[in-house]
């Protein structure tokens, strides 16, 4: 890295605990709320219901393989901007960057809308005040992680330790107070696909699921502030890989304990009624209560990473050179406000469904490039240094990309508008990259 001692500097303190906490913090959020409903519904048999979880697990840990590789030979933060920059040129990376930070001040002020709602619910004094809430949340962390590094770490492993107890204890409850299930009223069991439809539902099955696995990898935004990247990154990856996989299938084996297939599928808050069903009255507000734990575990993590991702495309050319300023507790303060104020824009806008919509095919297409830039490299540079070389290659990179591919080609078909919208984008992204060239040069190469 060559920015001055005057730009200050990112800090070299994280270490594996910060890894996976970023990760769980970054992944389990408000998905997990949502999409069993979804999966249910496609796949309404248990086996099939809990199988698809497991092979969202499985294309998350052969990614892993591939990106830990990246990770480590290429120990830049920023995330998978940079794999993409050095393997596939300049605008490939201004592609992955720019998609990979809007989409992220995106997510931040969806999850903080939904904070504003659940906490509206759960305290009447706030209820209608979403939008203030949302605004004030998304804000006080931005000052939080502005003090600096440590706090920002620490403020990450906190919550992601007290999320990761709350849905523990919400599984052990489930387990031992779920028992009545069969007495969940429950219409008539609905029969699984067959054939060809099987195939369709379980392709759109794990289109949900992998966008609730998607922030596994989240340790890669901070590599050159890792303390040890050779060791550490393929530690926290594949521990963040492990760890996410076994709370999902714990907490959707809960449910189908708790309540019968035929009632999770459809429901948009299964979470929700299966606590009904074990603490009565208190239901809602319980698992509103670890909800909301969980989304500002994902705010900070969403602030942490948005303005890693700016901060490495300023120091290359492709935003204001202020952005690469750095402050003493090893913050990019002028990144992360900027971040923050684009997801209060998105909150005050109530545009962000659209956005996210619109770039969520730039989700697996980013995965996608960086699984090309291991084959890419592997040709290109075969004697750097790759402190980790992924495993099983070039199978295990092989599969992923594959994976990847066939989940495009199934998004491109099953949301069709939004495709175009997207590919619509991505042509007009050349003439902005040409434009982002001209007004900023970049600090390092």
């Given at each position: 890295?060559?920015?001055?001692?005057?730009?200050?500097?990112?800090?070299?303190?994280?270490?594996?605990?910060?890894?996976?906490?970023?990760?769980?913090?970054?992944?389990?959020?408000?998905?997990?709320?949502?999409?069993?409903?979804?999966?249910a519904l496609k796949l309404p048999h248990v086996w099939l219901f809990l199988g698809v979880w497991v092979a969202g697990g499985l294309y998350a840990l052969l990614g892993a393989f591939s990106l830990a590789e990246l990770g480590t030979m290429i120990p830049r933060s920023g995330g998978q901007y940079n794999f993409a920059r050095r393997a596939l040129g300049p605008y490939a990376g201004f592609i992955v960057g720019w998609s990979d930070?809007?989409?992220?001040?995106?997510?931040?002020?969806?999850?903080?809308?939904?904070i504003g709602e659940y906490t509206g619910a759960l305290?009447?004094?706030?209820?209608?005040?979403?939008?203030?809430?949302?605004?004030?949340?998304?804000?006080?962390?931005?000052?939080?992680?502005?003090?600096?590094?440590?706090?920002?770490s620490r403020a990450q492993e906190l919550t992601a330790a007290l999320k990761t107890l709350a849905f523990l204890a919400l599984v052990v409850a489930c387990f031992a107070l779920g028992g009545n299930s069969h007495s969940v009223a429950a219409g008539p069991p609905a029969h699984a696909p067959a054939g060809l439809a099987l195939a369709v539902a379980v392709?759109?099955?794990?289109?949900?699921?992998?966008?609730?696995?998607?922030?596994?990898?989240?340790?890669?935004?901070?590599?050159?502030?890792?303390?040890?990247?050779?060791?550490?990154?393929?530690?926290?990856?594949?521990?963040?890989?492990?760890?996410?996989?076994?709370?999902?299938?714990?907490?959707?084996?809960?449910?189908?304990?708790?309540?019968?297939?035929?009632?999770?599928?459809?429901e948009n808050f299964a979470l929700g009624v299966a606590a009904q069903q074990i603490f009565g009255a208190h239901g809602d507000q319980i698992i509103r209560s670890v909800m909301v734990v969980s989304m500002l575990s994902g705010i900070n993590a969403y602030h942490l990473m948005a303005t890693r991702v700016l901060y490495a495309m300023s120091r290359d050319g492709l935003f204001s050179s202020r952005a690469v300023r750095v402050?003493?507790?090893?913050?990019?303060?002028?990144?992360?406000?900027?971040?923050?104020?684009?997801?209060?824009?998105?909150?005050?806008?109530?545009?962000?469904e659209r956005v996210i919509a619109l770039l969520a095919f730039f989700f697996v297409a980013n995965y996608t490039l960086s699984f090309v830039s291991v084959f890419v490299l592997r040709w290109?540079?075969?004697?750097?240094?790759?402190?980790?070389?992924?495993?099983?290659?070039?199978?295990?990179?092989?599969?992923?990309?594959a994976g990847s591919i066939g989940f495009l080609a199934a998004a491109v078909v099953s949301d069709t508008r939004n495709s175009l919208w997207t590919l619509l984008l991505l042509a007009a992204s050349y003439p902005v990259y040409r434009l982002s060239q001209r007004l900023a040069r970049p600090l390092s190469s």
């Open positions: 890295m060559s920015v001055g001692r005057s730009r200050g500097r990112l800090l070299s303190i994280l270490g594996v605990g910060f890894g996976l906490a970023v990760a769980i913090g970054d992944t389990i959020a408000a998905g997990i709320v949502r999409t069993p409903g979804e999966i930070w809007i989409s992220t001040c995106g997510t931040t002020a969806a999850v903080a809308i939904v305290l009447p004094a706030l209820a209608g005040r979403t939008v203030a809430v949302a605004t004030f949340v998304t804000m006080a962390f931005a000052l939080l992680q502005w003090r600096g590094l440590r706090w920002g392709v759109l099955a794990l289109q949900a699921v992998i966008y609730t696995y998607d922030g596994w990898d989240a340790v890669i935004y901070f590599c050159e502030e890792v303390r040890n990247p050779a060791h550490d990154i393929p530690r926290s990856m594949f521990g963040s890989v492990l760890s996410i996989t076994a709370i999902y299938l714990l907490l959707n084996a809960a449910l189908v304990y708790v309540l019968p297939i035929s009632v999770i599928g459809g402050n003493e507790g090893g913050t990019p303060s002028v990144a992360l406000f900027a971040s923050a104020a684009v997801a209060v824009l998105f909150i005050l806008s109530g545009t962000f290109r540079e075969p004697d750097a240094s790759r402190p980790y070389r992924a495993w099983g290659y070039p199978w295990t990179t092989a599969l992923a990309l």
